[in-house]
């Protein structure tokens, strides 16, 4: 092997590995950039081809610069920045001949590995990203010394990291939190809820081939049963005859609930960012973190962008089988109006809701007339419901009779505000996928769902889910047909092993992304760190000294590999010393290898001819310098050399 391929193969390999979380992120073209590139480099070391020219070079990075423009445009997220390193690193081993573009190099590959937090913190990320540096610090060390033996370079490595871990568990501890992201880059196209803040036909039908997880959720006691694990997120009021909206004003903060309404259900919710003020909260929530409000419409906002996965708690109170919620309706006050215009007008809809409203008195009664409607007249299911026109609820109701739970919903909403009674659209979720290992729910972005509410002076807001008028076995089932998994279900391998994984991660993720301001404070007062005065002096105090245990490790472990570089030429002429030493022949004081090879050749004539052999394989390595195979020979030779007594 050469000296350039011998440094330039472990740079390669470390950014392969440092690149490859991020590959099903980044555009299609740049993994084949990357690929090609670096592909040519591999090739270079068995065909010897040329090294592209200064002019080459430049070419190549203004085409990546100009497709890195064209993809991204003006948006900056960490799947641009990404993307910018990688076109870096794909180019920059056609400068690495000279050991500082070399250096260069692994520090860019040290960047790419710290940009996998962009995409995830999970446990299995993190461990990845130790594993990745430690083979970029294997590289690293490598490069400086490309005499030295693989294993050498990946035990100094190995001790590197292992003495550095400690001072990082500290500094994670008691190093001054920060909100936001890592490098405040909010990239919004890694993780969302699923749903806008407009709702037309297909809006949800599009999200049942989703499986990312939307949220996980853990109970403080039992599980509420599956008819009522309904996911509040946003509450859709306004109506232009196609698409609902979600209109922010004439929704003031709900009152404060009382601690602990009857019936309330306490559970702990870990989403992902999904960069909006948006909670999902089992419905109706009663109560919400410190840093949350609940809003007139029952919705759970946060008072903050969601940009890094975060742990709530929530309290709230579900409804009886009738869709009535136990508690009190604010009197003399008229419920919010909702908006329908008539921009885009469903005149065979409005005539039908006027038909069916002089037959019922009561909004009860009304209600059950549109899902009687639904339920009577050949109206099927569909998670692939046929396009709709410009007047989408007529289509929907008198031609097509096919529809998602969005069809429903709005169609049921509209139906009701012509008939006189306010009624709105809930986007949300339904259901859970419950992991057996770690007792909680796993609700995916397939789970989502859309439902209504309309207003009865008597109760309040009451749930109503059209879908269960021609779908009612939904709750049981999920959007792809398949039934929703419960303790009772039979797990295969396979899926035993990925919900022991999730709840793996998900215990980590919990402490890790839940250890906030608040819990720091609670260890530095549990530390006796944080009161004022010499709290303060203390912990500088440890910081600094844990900081130079930490520096006088690793500066021995690095002087005792100096020291001892353990080359590989040494260490078998050492062994073919000790096994001279035990034929009766060592080397006299000042006496050099060469001579005392000459010395045994003269005393053991029977060896006279090995010994030559190896003696020139000693010569070549110590006084030429492409040795290529020649140490391995040389290693082989002696450990195969058998030397009988005399």
Not at 114 to 121: E, N, P, W
Not at 329 to 357: D, F, T, Y
Not at 450 to 474: F, I, M, N, S
Not at 634 to 639: K, L
């Amino acid at each position: 092997m050469t000296r350039e391929t011998a440094q330039t193969l472990p740079i390669i390999t470390a950014l392969i590995i440092a690149i490859a979380p991020h590959t099903l992120g980044l555009p299609l073209w740049i993994n084949l950039w990357c690929a090609i590139l670096w592909g040519y480099m591999l090739l270079r070391m068995k065909t010897g081809w040329p090294l592209p020219g200064r002019i080459l070079r430049y070419t190549l990075t203004l085409v990546s610069i100009l497709g890195l423009l064209a993809t991204y445009r003006v948006r900056l997220g960490g799947d641009a920045f990404v993307g910018l390193l990688a076109l870096m690193a794909a180019i920059k081993p056609f400068e690495m001949p000279t050991h500082r573009h070399r250096m260069i190099t692994i520090l860019l590959t040290y960047f790419i590995i710290i940009t996998s937090l962009f995409r995830s913190d999970s446990l299995f990320i993190l461990l990845y990203m130790l594993f990745s540096v430690f083979i970029t610090t294997t590289a690293l060390i490598r490069i400086n010394t490309p005499s030295g033996s693989f294993k050498t370079s990946a035990k100094l490595s190995f001790l590197i990291q292992a003495g550095a871990l400690p001072l990082v568990l500290l500094l994670f501890l008691v190093f001054p939190r920060l909100p936001g992201s890592l490098v405040g880059l909010e990239d919004q196209t890694t993780a969302a809820t699923g749903f806008s803040d407009r709702l037309s036909p297909g809006s949800i039908s599009r999200l049942i081939q989703d499986e990312t997880p939307a949220f996980r959720v853990e109970f403080e006691g039992n599980i509420p049963p599956a008819q009522q694990l309904y996911w509040r997120g946003i509450v859709f009021n306004a109506f232009d005859g196609r698409t609902w909206t979600a209109l922010r004003d004439g929704f003031p903060e709900a009152p404060t609930a009382r601690k602990n309404p009857d019936g309330a259900i306490s559970y702990t919710v870990v989403t992902p960012p999904h960069f909006s003020h948006r909670l999902m909260a089992l419905d109706r929530p009663v109560q919400g973190p410190s840093w949350s409000k609940i809003f007139g419409d029952a919705r759970l906002v946060s008072l903050k962008k969601i940009v890094q996965k975060t742990a709530y708690n929530a309290v709230s109170v579900l409804p009886d089988n009738s869709g009535r919620w136990n508690l009190p309706v604010p009197g003399g006050h008229p419920p919010p109006r909702i908006s329908i215009s008539e921009q885009i007008p469903n005149p065979g809809a409005r005539k039908l809701a006027q038909a069916l409203g002089k037959e019922s008195a009561t909004p009860e009664k009304k209600a059950a007339a549109v899902l009687s409607l639904f339920n009577r007249n050949g109206f099927s299911y569909s998670t692939r419901p046929p396009r709709l026109g410009r007047a989408p609820v007529d289509e929907f109701l008198l031609k097509t009779k096919t529809g998602y739970c969005e069809h429903y919903a709005s169609a049921f909403a509209y139906m009701m505000n012509i008939m006189g009674v306010p009624a709105r659209v809930i986007g949300g979720y339904l259901g859970g996928e419950l992991n057996p290992f770690g007792n909680y729910l796993i609700v995916r972005k397939a789970y989502a769902h859309a439902w209504a509410e309309y207003y009865d002076q008597a109760w309040g807001w009451v749930r109503v889910d059209p879908t269960l008028a021609v779908r009612p076995d939904r709750i049981a089932v999920h959007p792809d047909g398949t039934f929703v998994r419960n303790q009772k279900t039979a797990l295969s391998f396979l899926h035993k092993t990925r919900y022991m994984m999730d709840a793996l991660n998900l215990k980590w993720e919990t402490w890790f992304t839940g250890y906030s301001l608040a819990e720091q404070m609670n260890l530095l007062n549990l530390l006796g760190l944080a009161q004022k005065g010499k709290g303060a002096g203390t912990l500088l105090a440890l910081l600094t000294a844990l900081t130079l245990a930490v520096f006088l490790t690793l500066l021995t472990i690095a002087m005792k590999f100096k020291r001892d570089p353990k080359d590989p030429v040494k260490q078998a002429y050492d062994l073919f010393l000790k096994k001279m030493n035990r034929a009766g022949l060592s080397p006299d004081p000042g006496q050099d290898p060469i001579e005392f090879f000459r010395t045994c050749m003269d005393k053991r004539p029977d060896l006279a001819s090995r010994l030559q052999a190896i003696m020139d394989l000693y010569v070549d390595l110590r006084y030429k310098r492409d040795t290529g195979a020649l140490p391995r020979a040389f290693a082989d030779s002696i450990r195969k050399l058998k030397i009988r007594q005399q």
